[in-house]
């Protein structure tokens, strides 16, 4: 009663508890939580009251109320349709027609379009008013657009006839008709002469029946919105036709032709209000579809057998799989630990709330990586607040560790630099920091030996081989890594991947080097300068080919980072290593000078200088080249160690021959290169010049190893060999000399004698 008595469209009472009456009602009967009441409306009238209740507590949505109005509406229709039928058997067959197109029209209200919805309507209603056409009308704004149509003369296109609402003369017969209807009017009937010459309508406006228009009978579209009633349009009818199916100007629309149509227009009615609460529903699903799909965190939502319902973009990318992998499949494998969804399940059921906030755990990519991951999640109910499954919320921490990891790594670098008491101790620290922290397959640290052409692996550290180390102080030639030189020359770090066809080799060669079992799929080389100076460089490498295993910006800045602190502690180092390498060279001069004496004869000297050289820089073998400067030949040398002396001429181009003919002294560059080193089997040489006063050279002494690699002589080694050199040319034009006074002193003696025997005689 209350509720007919306000024409409120629904009343929604919360508390069933204190509603007056409440005994008088439904004495005897159980308890309600909730009961949602609207009522059945035929134009202005109220049939009835439809009611649903709901004992669990909860409160009735607004949209859960929509769709109750619209089916009340339905029910006031068929009530309409009953009473009709009820009034004469005569109208029996127009009114099952009726019921039928009722039942067509508001059937799977979601399932058609809006304006085929509106154009079935349009169909129903000619046919059964035996009317000529049929049109559905909206307002939109200031005009009326024609949705809807049967029977229209010219091809029908939703939406494109369109009118502008207003009254007066010549303004146009529809615009007219529904300006009424925002004043109130119920309806337009008329038709005949009083039609065509109705003062509203326009002379320009051409009817869209196939006829004049003799005939036209509208009703207006209203909803109730709040206390008022909304135009949402109109329906209109043209030309009755007769039992010859022709349209007449003596025909016209009846009452009940008005009331039929009323019907109509409730479903049209009907048929909006669906199509606006479907398109909200749609909207706030299609909405939350775009907010799971755009969010920034991972979203899996599972049902209450633990199978996933929901997969995200970013749950995809996270764990490298995609939404048709894993949609219908249990959810444990997609943690670490399978047994880690009971565990947050249990969570769930303890906490007051039914939530799981930050809780931090692992789950388990494509490539079976443990990625830590911080959770929260909760239950899903449906309406009946029955629950079918949890939804998870997950925030990718791989990021947040590595940025925390690169603090610690930079900190205890800083520390490790600061407090190594050995360079290739704190080189393996460093190295071993690199792969630990940052979770990568391996970490080398390079030096330049000091002629340059060559890269010595003075600390490696691969992940799972602790213990391997390569082959000490090997080597690895510059000219073997294409590309190499001029990354280094170039001072900037370098990332070099598989995919890219030129760098391949490169990471092939450094894979067999370091022995790997698979190839280098990402190599970071970071150049070490010091000043303009390439002294080495990091190589920081990754066997993965997972899309997360390529160097970020912040990585390289980091380990460039590292690379500037390196070349501090190689700069100390290096300074320290000079200084303790030359002062031990000097000694050694100091030392090996005192057996260089002038008072020995030629040969027992040559023979000196050539050990004694070779000693001095710890060599282990030596040879003595004479030169004959006026003729530019190099003359055959005495050796020391195991060397075989040379049987045939010194090659032109040789180290020996460039160092006779320029006077300065050298280093091999390339031992291969060179024929007479390649005979002897040498490794390394150096040689250096024998002069006179003059600047002659007299004598050419060299240097060198057969043991394969051991660095290059360095340019104090060279030094102290020119020192070594200036004093055994001293020597050996001192023992030449007193050699020529013995044999002078010697001939001198021996004419003595002669003399003294012929006097005697």
């Known amino acids: 009663g209350k509720l007919v008595e306000s024409g409120e469209p629904w009343m929604i009472v919360e508390n069933y508890e204190t509603w007056p009456g409440r005994a008088d009602v439904f004495s005897g009967r159980h308890r309600f939580g909730a009961v949602l009441e609207v ?20 409160v009735f949505s607004d949209d859960e109320a929509r769709l109750l109005s619209l089916f009340a509406d339905q029910a006031a229709i068929s009530l309409a349709n009953s009473d009709l039928m009820a009034s004469g058997s005569q109208k029996l067959q127009r009114l099952e027609r009726l019921a039928q197109s009722s039942q067509q029209m508001m ?9 085929d919805r509106l154009t079935l309507i349009a169909r129903h209603a000619t046919e059964i008013l035996d009317a000529e056409a049929c049109g559905v009308f909206r307002v939109r704004g200031d005009e009326i657009s024609l949705e809807g149509s049967h029977g229209q003369k010219e091809t029908f296109v939703p939406g494109v006839r369109r009118m502008k609402i207003r009254g007066g003369d010549g303004q146009g017969l529809t615009g007219f008709i529904a300006h009424s209807f925002v004043q109130g009017e119920k309806g337009f009937k008329m038709h005949g002469a009083a039609l065509q010459g ?29 206390d008022k009633e909304e135009l949402v349009g109109l329906l209109r009818v043209d030309n009755k036709r007769g039992e010859d199916r022709r349209a007449l100007a003596t025909l016209g629309f009846d009452q009940e032709d008005e009331w039929i149509l009323v019907i109509f227009a409730e479903a049209a009615v009907v048929a909006v209000e669906s199509a606006e609460l479907v398109d909200r529903l749609k909207l706030r699903e299609d909405f939350q579809h775009r907010l799971i799909a755009s969010s920034p965190n991972g979203i899996i939502a599972v049902d209450e057998r633990g199978k996933i319902t929901v997969f995200n973009r970013r749950a995809e990318d996270i764990l490298s799989r995609t939404k048709d992998e894993v949609l ?10 399978p047994e880690e969804p009971r565990r947050i399940g249990r969570m769930l059921d303890e906490s007051p709330e039914h939530r799981v906030l930050n809780y931090r755990t692992f789950v388990r990519s494509h490539e079976d990586e443990a990625i830590p991951i911080l959770h929260s999640s909760t239950w899903i109910y449906d309406t009946t607040n029955r629950r079918i499954g949890s939804v998870g919320y997950f925030e990718d921490l791989r990021a947040q560790e590595a940025s925390q990891n690169r603090e610690r790594l930079l900190l205890k670098a800083s520390d490790v630099i600061a407090q190594a008491g050995e360079l290739g101790e704190g080189l393996e620290t460093l190295a071993a920091m690199m792969v ?77 080097l370091l ?83 002038a008072d020995m004869d030629l040969p027992t000297l040559t ?14 073998v030596g040879a003595l080249f004479p030169y004959l400067s006026r003729i530019g030949e190099v003359g055959l040398p005495k050796v020391h160690g195991p060397l075989e002396e040379v049987a045939s001429e010194i090659p032109a181009g040789s180290l020996i021959d460039r160092v006779a003919s320029s006077g300065e002294a050298q280093i091999a560059a390339d031992v291969a290169a060179d024929p007479l080193l390649t005979e002897w089997g ?7 010049p024998l002069q006179q006063a003059s600047g002659e050279v007299e004598a050419v002494l060299m240097v060198g190893d057969p043991v394969p690699g051991l660095p290059h002589f360095s340019q104090d080694d060279l030094e102290v060999l020119r020192l070594f050199a200036n004093q055994a040319s001293s020597a050996l034009l001192i023992s030449d000399l007193i050699d020529g006074e013995r044999r002078t002193t010697s001939k001198l003696g021996l004419l003595h004698r002669i003399s003294d025997y012929l006097q005697t005689d």
Not at 552 to 558: K, T
Request: proline residues 7%.
């Open 515 to 597: 022995e790997l079992e698979t190839d280098i799929r990402h190599l970071l080389v970071v150049p070490l300068k010091i000043g303009s100076r390439v002294v080495g460089q990091i190589d920081l490498g990754e066997l993965s080919e997972s899309p997360h295993a390529d160097f970020d910006p912040e990585e390289i800045d980091l380990i460039a980072a590292i690379g500037a602190q390196i070349t501090v502690l190689l700069r100390r180092w290096r300074l320290l290593e000079v200084t303790e390498h030359r002062e031990a060279l000097l000694k050694q001069l100091v030392h090996v000078s005192t057996h260089v004496r």
């Open 198 to 226: 109705h003062p509203a309508a326009a002379h320009h406006e051409e009817p869209h029946t196939p006829s004049a228009c003799y005939s036209l009978l509208a009703v207006p579209l209203r909803r109730r919105v709040g």
């Open 436 to 512: 630990s922290l940052l979770k990568r397959s391996f970490c080398g640290i390079l030096l330049k030996d000091d002629n340059r052409d060559f890269l010595i692996l003075r600390a490696v550290n691969i992940a799972g081989r602790p213990g391997w180390r390569p082959r000490p102080d090997q080597p690895i030639a510059l000219a073997d890594f294409p590309g190499l030189s001029e990354i280094l020359e170039a001072g900037l770090p370098t990332v070099r991947n598989w995919t890219d066809t030129r760098a391949r080799t490169n990471l092939q060669n450094l894979s067999r």
């Open 107 to 115: 059937s799977d209200l979601a399932e058609m379009e809006l304006p």
């Open 39 to 58: 009522p059945l409306c035929w134009k202005q009238d109220v049939l009835g009251v439809l009611y649903i209740d709901d004992a669990t507590g909860r």
């Open 682 to 688: 040498l490794s390394r040489a150096a040689a250096v």
């Open 328 to 337: 219908g499949q249990p959810v444990h494998p997609l943690y670490f630990d």
């Open 607 to 620: 023979k000196s200088i050539t050990r004694l050289g070779a000693e001095l820089v710890n060599a282990e």
